[in-house]
């Protein structure tokens, strides 16, 4: 079992930048991926930014220039550094651990942007 805590969620306003951060216990194999998901109020929970251990990314194009997505494997940590913050990405922010068949998911933490 993994589990994965999320932290730095939070309000702002457009414009603004925040940082989530995802720390992941347990079984963590060597080789994963990690990143973060989305899911506004009446929408269906969307990719934001993956990242491998082999640090391959993959970003939602709605967030590329403004999101920044790194890692800290020796930790088993994942950042998401969120620029020109704009109400539409208001959101619950669930970070995501993929190893072999495995996915876990966190709680989520709530990021809202005000106009």
């Known amino acids: 079992q993994v589990r994965l805590v999320e932290s730095g969620g939070g309000l702002v306003q457009a414009g603004g930048s925040l940082t989530l951060s995802c720390s992941a216990s347990?079984?963590?194999?060597?080789?994963?991926?990690m990143g973060w998901y989305r899911q506004a109020p009446g929408k269906q929970r969307e990719l934001v930014a993956t990242?491998?251990?082999?640090?391959?990314?993959n970003y939602a194009d709605s967030v590329k220039g403004r999101f920044t997505i790194s890692r800290h494997n020796r930790d088993d940590k994942v950042s998401l550094q969120m620029k020109g913050l704009e109400p539409d990405d208001t959101a619950v922010y669930y970070c995501?651990?993929?190893?072999?068949?495995?996915?876990?998911w966190g709680r989520g933490t709530r990021v809202t942007v005000s106009s």
């Open positions: 995501n651990l993929v190893q072999g068949i495995q996915n876990y």
């Open positions: 347990g079984e963590v194999l060597s080789f994963n991926i």
């Open positions: 990242m491998s251990t082999r640090d391959k990314i």
